[in-house]
């Protein structure tokens, strides 16, 4: 993990009273699809209006290879779900950190002229009553726990 050292007995120079030890600070690089906090991992998984309203299986990727998640009919951009114990091995053996997947909207820019007609079609049904469209929900309070770029 980042900030441990790792010391390597007798590899290092020769001295009066034997070979040294050689010192290794390790630096873990950011990767480009998942974000480490601790042994957890977290994976930002953009989906369709349909997954999202209907829900549906998407392939989510994990440090083994990628996975079949269920998404729940309903789903709200921000929501997340975990997989246990497909985060990282802590280095002292003591377990095995978790995957968050937070899930985003995917919403086009451009659509055909039937898409346009459907998605009218939908709107037509009041789905937020105007005294709901702006009061605060739960998720909208700032939380104390330590955040990460996915939140």
């Known amino acids: 993990d980042t900030g441990m050292t790792l010391r390597l007995t007798n590899e290092g120079e020769p001295g009066e009273g034997g070979r040294g030890h050689v010192y290794v600070a390790i630096v873990v690089r950011e990767h480009e699809t998942f974000q480490r906090d601790g042994t957890d991992v977290h994976v930002l998984v953009k989906l369709t209006l349909a997954e999202a309203v209907l829900g549906g299986r998407v ?36 377990g095995t950190g978790h995957q968050y997947v937070h899930f985003e909207l995917a919403v086009p820019r451009k659509i055909s002229a039937k898409q346009r007609e459907l998605i009218e079609a939908f709107g ?28």
């Open 124 to 151: 037509e049904e009041e789905l937020i009553p105007d005294e709901e469209r702006h009061s605060q929900s739960r998720g909208a309070r700032p939380k104390s726990r330590r955040r990460t770029a996915f939140g």
């Open 59 to 94: 392939l989510v990727p994990s440090l083994k290879g990628d996975v079949s998640l269920n998404v729940p009919a309903g789903t709200q951009p921000g929501d997340k779900r975990v997989m246990q114990g497909r985060g990282i091995r802590a280095p002292d053996g003591s």
